[in-house]
Nanobody, 125 residues
């Protein structure tokens, strides 16, 4: 059983920064990918960024490219999402997810994941 807990959500002004953390625990294995997703009110959930904890390129949706950075600390089983130059359209509930089907840009799709956190709210005004 895999558990994910997100930290770091909150409110901030446009142009500001926030850092989200996703702590992964349980029987996740040594090779897995983690994705960050977000869902704004009235909109579908979208993939924001993803990383393979075994290494390799990271992936971003076009709307956050150059502003968000995904990183990992394997010693802490934690994946971070550094969000800079925030925009009001970044507002939403952010979820992290873990899975073992880590196939390149497909990691930005929710069907790649089978374990999800409960989400953390990000509000940009």
């Amino acid at each position: 059983h895999v558990q994910l807990v997100e930290f770091g959500g909150g409110s901030g002004p446009a142009g500001g920064s926030l850092r989200l953390s996703c702590v992964v625990s349980g029987n996740v294995g040594s090779n897995y990918c983690v994705g960050w997703f977000r869902q704004a009110p009235g909109k579908e959930r979208e993939g924001v960024s993803a990383i393979n904890t075994a290494g390799g390129p990271t992936y971003y949706v076009d709307s956050v490219q150059g502003r968000f950075t995904i990183t990992q600390d394997n010693s802490k089983n934690t994946v971070y999402l550094q969000m800079n130059s925030l925009k009001p359209e970044d507002t939403g509930t952010y979820f992290c997810a873990a899975g073992t089907v880590c196939r390149g840009p497909y990691m930005l799709y929710d069907y790649a994941y089978n374990s999800w956190g409960q989400g953390t709210q990000v509000t940009v005004s």
